[in-house]
């Protein structure tokens, strides 16, 4: 059966107190709604609806960034859940599989468990996600007969009796289209709220005649987030998991409590990860690199045997061929690194190709943006960068090259020469000796006078 998605993520989010839109608070470095759309799409949808509204130009980027084959249906007016999903009718007509509905707050919701729901579809029409809450709070409630759903009552209209009910919605439902969209023609907006509750279509299934199933998960699965206290958990809640999962594909972590994953970080077996490292988005590590303790990484690329920090940075763009070594204070910004290239101490590396074997001595900066312009400096194999050498990019160093220790390099440097760019030193015999006289007399005359 071919599902498609719809993923609701027009609501404000005012418990937020936020001008971005709820949706777009990032969880492991990665909008919130990514996580729902990454979870959704290893069912293979074959149509991904994100529904918009407060925020939409910006929702609509970050749905597209996450999968540029998504569509956007724009929700002018947040009238309530079932008033969304039916904004994403046109994308699906003439779509005759399943449709799951997602929320974009809610960031954990497993895929073997819509691949469960989807499994109940058999024996449903209408599937919804259900969990057993701690503190059930003001989620709806389900109404079981039997194995049956009878219907959803929204907390805001619950009777005592159901507000004692343990068993809520997650949110996620799972119908065929057609059903799913019949269904929700027929929903009203009479309740608490004033709101067309998509809720509210599990009671008109019954009416109807049609089964109503509920699948159960985790509570940890379902949290949806609608506050920064909420946010700050989930957070706590996905870099736990995600140290275990390192853990357990067998990266070393010597103090894994104290680092920080993002939604897309890999990291390869045998790879040793000291305290207090920094996963950005976008970041990959080979088997058997090294990061030591207090690195900050993002959108970069560590290949095997690579050595990096401690407390080094590498920024979007870094990409460490095998055995490359990157020191202490170390900032590395879009910028190539070949095998066996080494910046040990102190340098700036940006917009840059650093050939095989080169060594980049200590205070190195490349001077890459002339205040409007950003220039890529181009260094060959086996070059040997003298400490504090400054190079002015545009710039290339022919392989073998060589700079001294203190060279302001302004113009190319061919293969296998040695470029001097700092001014000659004077030496005067004796002067320091007489200086210091001179100066402690001063001293001590002031004291006495
Ligand atoms: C909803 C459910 C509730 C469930 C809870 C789980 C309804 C009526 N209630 O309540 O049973 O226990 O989620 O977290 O569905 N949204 C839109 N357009 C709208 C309204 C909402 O896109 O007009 C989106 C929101 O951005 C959000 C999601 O739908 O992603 C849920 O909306 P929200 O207002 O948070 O619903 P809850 O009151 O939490
Ligand atoms: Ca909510």
Known sequence: MSV????????????????????????????????????????????????????????????????????VAHQAEQLGTAHAVAQARPVLSGFRGDVVVLYGDTPFVQSETLERMQAARERHAVVVLGFEAGDPGRYGRLVMAGDQLESIVEFKDATPEERALRLCNSGVICADAVTLFELVDSVGSDNAAGEFYLTDIVAIARQKGLSVGVVRCDEAETLGINTRAELAAAEAAFQARMRAEALENGVTLIAPETIHFALDTVIGRDAIVGPNVVFGPGVTVESGALIRAFCHLEGCHVSRGAQVGPFARLRPGAELAEDVHVGNFVEIKNAILDEGAKVNHLSYIGDADIGE???????????????????????????????????????????????????VITSDVPAGA????????????????????????LKAKKKEG
Do not use: W
């Not at 989010?13 to 709820?22: A, L």
């Not at 194999?381 to 990019?393: E, H, N, P, Q, Y």
């Open 418 to 441: 040695l470029a001097l760019g700092r001014a000659r030193q004077e030496t005067k015999p004796g002067l320091a000796l007489r200086l210091m006289e001179r100066l402690r007399a």
């Open 357 to 407: 074997k080169t060594n980049i001595g200590a205070g190195t900066i490349t001077c890459n943006y002339d205040g409007v312009f950003k220039h890529r400096t181009v260094i060959g194999k086996r070059v040997f960068v003298g400490s504090d050498t400054m190079l002015v990019a545009p710039v290339r160093l022919g392989d073998d090259a060589m700079t001294g220790s203190g060279s």
């Open 4 to 71: 498609s998605l719809v993923i609701l993520a027009a609501g404000l989010g005012s418990r937020m107190n936020s001008d971005t839109p709820k949706v777009l608070h990032p969880l492991g470095g990665a909008p919130l709604l990514a996580h729902a759309m990454r979870a959704g799409s290893m069912l293979a949808p074959e149509r991904v609806v994100v529904v918009t509204g407060h925020g939409a130009e910006a929702v609509a980027r970050a749905a597209l960034a996450e999968n540029p084959e998504a569509t």
